[in-house]
């Protein structure tokens, strides 16, 4: 995450390194303090993570010494995310209830009365006969067989639309870094400077 967070926020000198100094080229010497707040892709990183929150308090000081600043500091960096369906599996959850209710009631009707087998059946059907979504429809076919279409409904809103059967949980992580630079005080001709002080 750091690492993928560096190659967006830090090894661009126009994002971080140029928010740090324009907030060091507009305070006096002595200590100067920022901040950030942002969300950023994480995907690649790791397929439970998304845009993924970081932000950061930045702590420094700066001493200007001619056409020069010489600044330093830390950033106490918090990183937040939760492992919520990174497949889209909410959408095809509610897309397979009403196909999966509806394939039930219809095999129940044509005279199929093993939840196993009906199992089997809307899984193999559906393209994916693996025990999660055999299970899946399992529960429901009992349900069904019962003669309790409502209660297999209900079951839905106890399963974790995120990624069946499991519970979603939160990440965090939080690290330090420091940094030292010397930039040029006048930012139009500095390679360390914000899109919009470069104009």
Same mark, same amino acid.
């Given at each position: 995450?750091?690492?993928?967070?560096?190659?967006?926020?830090?090894?661009?000198?126009?994002?971080?390194?140029?928010?740090?100094?324009?907030?060091?080229?507009?305070?006096?010497? /002595?200590?100067? +303090?920022?901040?950030?707040? #942002? =969300?950023?892709?994480?995907?690649? *990183? @790791?397929?439970?993570?998304?845009?993924?929150?970081?932000?950061?308090?930045?702590?420094?000081?700066?001493?200007?010494?001619?056409?020069?600043?010489?600044?330093?500091?830390?950033?106490?960096?918090?990183?937040?995310?939760?492992?919520?369906?990174?497949?889209?599996?909410?959408?095809?959850?509610?897309?397979?209830?009403?196909?999966?209710?509806?394939?039930?009631?219809?095999?129940?009707?044509?005279?199929?009365?093993?939840?196993?087998?009906?199992?089997?059946?809307?899984?193999?059907?559906? /393209?994916?006969? +693996?025990?999660?979504?055999? #299970? =899946?429809?399992?529960?429901?076919? *009992? @349900?069904?067989?019962?003669?309790?279409?409502?209660?297999?409904?209900?079951?839905?809103?106890?399963?974790?639309?995120?990624?069946?059967?499991?519970?979603?949980?939160?990440?965090?992580?939080?690290?330090?870094?420091?940094?030292?630079?010397?930039?040029?005080?006048?930012?139009?001709?500095?390679?360390?400077?914000?899109?919009?002080?470069?104009?």
């Amino acid at each position: 995450m750091a690492n993928q967070f560096r190659a967006i926020a830090i090894d661009n000198p126009h994002r971080l390194p140029g928010q740090i100094a324009t907030k060091a080229r507009t305070t006096k010497d /002595g200590s100067f +303090g920022d901040g950030f707040d #942002n =969300y950023y892709p994480m995907k690649n *990183v @790791s397929y439970s993570l998304g845009n993924s929150s970081i932000r950061g308090e930045i702590h420094g000081t700066r001493r200007q010494k001619g056409p020069m600043i010489d600044l330093s500091g830390s950033i106490d960096f918090t990183f937040e995310d939760m492992f919520r369906d990174p497949f889209e599996l909410e959408d095809r959850i509610l897309t397979y209830d009403n196909m999966i209710g509806d394939r039930i009631v219809k095999l129940i009707a044509s005279g199929l009365e093993d939840a196993s087998e009906i199992a089997a059946e809307i899984s193999q059907t559906l /393209g994916n006969p +693996g025990p999660s979504l055999y #299970n =899946y429809v399992f529960a429901m076919a *009992v @349900s069904a067989l019962n003669d309790s279409r409502n209660r297999s409904r209900a079951l839905l809103s106890y399963i974790p639309v995120e990624v069946p059967f499991s519970s979603p949980y939160g990440i965090t992580e939080i690290w330090e870094a420091t940094f030292s630079a010397r930039i040029l005080a006048d930012a139009s001709t500095s390679r360390y400077a914000e899109a919009k002080d470069r104009q």
